[in-house]
């Protein structure tokens, strides 16, 4: 059979990292292939090279059999070819209609009762229902991301490229989601999907392709493959056993919320009268699906948003709301959910970052002058205790991949013994190697007689590190368990609102 | 004195005169409503204007035609915003330097050329500037007829521009792509627009608008060009951008409110109110500046703006 697409030794160079090196890739009509790989594999590069938006440095394109050069994404949607990226591109003020207008060709003036009409019926026929009105920002994840889809087959699109689609997905979303990608495999379309999450590679894909510093290093078929088989592949070892939660020791109270409220900024109560207490020595795992106030939650605990009621103590410490300086100086470690927006100068150098708390207080400064080399010599312990992978503590945190964007984070937040760790989503996105070391990260300031707040929408994760585990549902507490006692149909149905 | 404020003549003096005194601010907020909705702030829109309205002067002055002059000023505009573009756009400098840059760099040519021309003789050259045109039947309407309809031409072309620009930018497919690219370039880009050549294109329709708000000054409102006419008139426009939120009609609104205190400060200094003059030139900008912190708190900035844009392709 013919292939749709067909990528030939591709190669990508950056300046200094070969990012694809002679890869080779077979999409086939109706088939979803996966692409797996470590942070920093080179599979978003390789798929920005399918959609023209990086010129090639070697290698050949082929479309239904015919050779072909991109310029620019231009080239590539009237190829058939559409991509959905890992962040979004979608703009935030304007309707869901005007997004999927931007760029079509047409008339001097716009359509927009042709093109609703359009719009209307690909979303009847795929199943994906937004209302054409919407602004952007009104709607949650997973409606953006059915946008991005609609914007896609309004384009005309038969081959999608989802840059990992699920890693800011719920679970039920996740399902969705699938449930539309084998509506699009029935009717003709071909799918190329990235995920770090390796069971729903196995649920979704047929084939799937590995990457491994640059290189191709595997392909399988998804019925003769295994999860430890994927990921021994992807990382080039055995991956360590299952980790050891180990009993935890609990002490004094470290972090303690009493009866916190806040507004979102729509105005709607994101969070309502809740309270818990975290002790020394356990983590702490608050579960829930995303969106029900996790992320004003975080904010308020991180001092960057002043609750409007209810106080925050820090062992035993009443911590004024909305200043961070104050919890930083309590020995507060926050880890926040966006790596890029919050938690990272992206044009500032890996030292830069890793001074970012600490450049005010002795030794880095010393009435008001900064020293350098202290700065240097506090870069350098970071790194090699963190094992971070960075062409030098000079280079801009941007060239760093996922994981070690992570890691720097982690070092400079924990490299200071805190008393407390608040870890929000703080394995989104990350591989499976990454993820077990931050993982293990949690599980040693716990040993350290830290107490850990760990923040996630990943049960899995919840479960794997958790001494008790409370369930977040619309803003408030719907229930605590300890982890030995959990049962996880309960979990499931305590995220979803039900009690009883 | 209070009489002679609440005089029908003063009311229709002090309207026809807030249209005249607008006109330029108008026409440069429109400019530069359209190049920030693409996210370029150009600052260079005071330098911009004063050679606009020096080329435009020297135009009419050799040429004898004023419309010659407008044209003129307009590609003179396009010139240097094609410079700002090259600067901010192209090489990705910063947009507040390459702007800031422009103006001195301008206002130091627009001086230079006009000295190479004219020289510096004792009484400065003039020209015979547009006279005001009266619109049949509806400049008799009584009373208030002739204030709004004895006006120059290039007033009643800006007030035909101020819907035509709102319908460019809010209802053809090119108004599109301008406000995606000045939200959210990126996502212009995946879907095929070019970033890069649509900031330019509105840019120099920008620059043209300055251009020609300049020799406003010089062929109507004046008939001299001197080195201070447009009198910080640019960053007013920068202002009334902010004022109007990015929208042409309520920009205008404001442009129409700076006119209203301009020219009700040039009456109030001739009725001999017993104050030093740079007390009421203050005024309207004094006004400005309220209106700026009291508005620019609910403003939504264009995402994209100050932002060049780039592929994040280094690569060889
Ligand atoms: N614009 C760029 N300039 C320089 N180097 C880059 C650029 N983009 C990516 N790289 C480098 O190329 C390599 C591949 O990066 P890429 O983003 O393709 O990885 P990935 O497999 O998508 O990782 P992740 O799972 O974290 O998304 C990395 O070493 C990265 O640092
Ligand atoms: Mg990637």
Redesign the pocket.
């Known amino acids: 059979m013919q292939p749709v697409i067909e990528m030939r030794g591709v190669t990508k160079r950056?300046?200094d990292?070969i990012?694809n090196d002679k890869v080779d890739l077979k999409l086939f009509p109706k088939e979803i292939v996966g692409l797996l790989?470590?942070?920093?594999?080179?599979?978003?590069?390789?798929m920005n090279v399918l959609f023209g938006y990086y010129n090639l440095d070697g290698g050949k394109l082929l479309i239904n059999g015919g050779e072909v050069t991109f310029g620019s994404p231009k080239d590539a949607i009237n190829h058939g070819i559409a991509m959905i990226h890992?962040h979004f591109t979608l703009v935030q003020t304007q309707s869901v209609l005007e997004n999927v207008m931007i760029g079509m060709e047409g008339s001097f003036f716009l359509n927009k009762k042709k093109a609703r009409e359009k719009l209307l019926g690909i979303e009847k026929d795929f199943g994906l229902n937004l209302d054409p009105d919407a602004i952007v920002w009104t709607l949650s994840i997973g409606e953006q991301q059915k946008l991005e889809i609609l914007k896609s087959l309004y384009r005309g699109a038969k081959t999608l490229i989802m840059?990992?689609p699920t890693a800011v997905l719920a679970p039920t979303e996740t399902i969705e989601l699938f449930e539309t990608l084998r509506i699009l495999v029935a009717s003709g379309h071909s799918i190329i999907f990235?995920s770090?999450h390796l069971q729903e590679v196995m649920d979704i894909c047929d084939r799937v392709i590995v990457?491994r510093s640059?290189k191709r290093v595997a392909e399988r078929k998804v019925s003769e493959t295994s999860i430890p088989e994927l990921a021994s592949l992807m990382v080039g070892r055995e991956l360590l056993e299952r980790l050891e939660r180990g009993e935890a020791k609990t002490g004094n109270a470290v972090l303690e919320a009493r009866n916190l409220k806040v507004r979102n900024n729509r105005g709607i109560v994101a969070v309502d009268n809740l309270s818990f207490t975290l002790r020394e020595g356990e983590v702490l795992g608050v579960a829930g699906v995303s969106g029900n106030g996790q992320t004003a939650l975080s904010e308020m605990l991180f001092g960057q948003v002043k609750p409007e009621d209810g106080e925050i103590h820090i062992s035993g410490k009443n911590i004024p709301g909305g200043s961070p300086s104050a919890i930083i100086k309590e020995g507060m470690a926050r880890i926040p959910e966006d790596r890029i927006k919050t938690g990272l100068f992206m044009d500032l150098s890996v030292k830069e970052n890793m001074i970012l708390e600490s450049h005010v207080n002795e030794p880095i400064s010393k009435k008001g002058l900064i020293n350098m080399k202290e700065i240097r010599s506090f870069a350098e312990k970071c790194i090699n205790n963190f094992s971070v992978k960075t062409d030098g503590m000079d280079a801009p945190v941007k060239?760093?991949?996922?994981?070690n964007l992570q890691k720097v984070i982690l070092a400079r937040e924990l490299v200071g013994k805190p008393k407390v760790v608040v870890a929000c989503q703080p394995t989104r996105?990350l591989?499976v190697g990454a993820m077990e070391y931050v993982h293990q990260a949690m599980l040693d300031q716990k040993t350290d007689g830290a107490g850990v707040l760990l923040i996630s929408d990943d049960l899995d994760e919840i479960f794997l590190l958790s001494d008790r585990i409370i369930v977040m549902y619309e803003g408030k507490i719907i229930g605590e368990v300890s982890t030995n006692e959990a049962d996880r149909d309960k979990i499931g149905l305590w995220m979803s609102g039900v009690t009883s | 004195m209070m009489s002679e404020i609440f005089s029908v003549a003063f009311i229709t003096g002090i309207i026809a005169a807030t249209l005249r005194m607008s006109t330029p601010i108008i026409l440069a907020t429109l400019g530069e409503i359209i190049t920030e909705r693409s996210g370029v702030l150009n600052l260079g829109i005071e330098g911009t204007m004063l050679f606009g309205a020096a080329i435009g002067f020297l135009t009419t002055l050799s040429t004898g035609s004023l419309w010659l002059g407008v044209l003129a000023a307009a590609l003179a505009g396009i010139a240097l915003s094609l410079i700002m573009a090259i600067l901010s756009v192209y090489l990705g400098l910063s947009q507040h330097v390459s702007g800031l840059g422009i103006t001195i760099f301008a206002s130091g040519l627009a001086m230079f050329i006009y000295r190479l021309v004219v020289g510096s003789p004792t009484v400065p050259p003039i020209i015979d500037p547009f006279s005001p045109i009266a619109i049949p039947l509806l400049s008799r309407i009584p009373i208030l007829g002739g204030s709004f309809f004895t006006q120059y031409s290039l007033t009643y072309i800006t007030w035909l521009l101020i819907p035509a620009v709102s319908i460019f930018l809010f209802k053809t497919r090119a108004g599109l792509r301008v406000r995606t690219i000045g939200q959210n370039p990126f996502a212009a880009d995946t879907v095929g627009v070019n970033v890069n050549l649509t900031r330019t294109l509105c840019l120099a329709a920008g620059g043209a608008f300055f251009g020609v708000a300049g020799a406003f000054l010089t062929l109507a409102h004046q008939n001299m060009f001197l080195i201070d006419v447009i009198g910080g008139r640019g960053w007013i426009a920068i202002a009334m951008t902010i004022f109007g939120n990015w929208n042409p009609v309520m920009g205008a609104v404001g442009g129409l409110i700076f006119g209203f205190l301009d020219a009700l400060q040039l009456r109030l200094q001739t009725l001999g109110v017993d104050l030093p003059f740079h007390i009421f030139l203050m005024i309207p900008y004094l006004i400005t500046i309220f209106a700026l912190i009291s508005v620019s708190r609910k403003a939504s900035v264009p995402a994209g703006l100050l932002k060049p844009y780039r592929r994040?392709?280094?690569?060889g």
């Open positions: 950056f300046v990292v990012a790989g470590e942070n920093g594999a080179g599979k978003t590069t390789l890992q840059d990992e990235i770090h990457l640059g060239s760093l991949s996922g994981g996105g591989d | 994040e392709d280094k690569g």
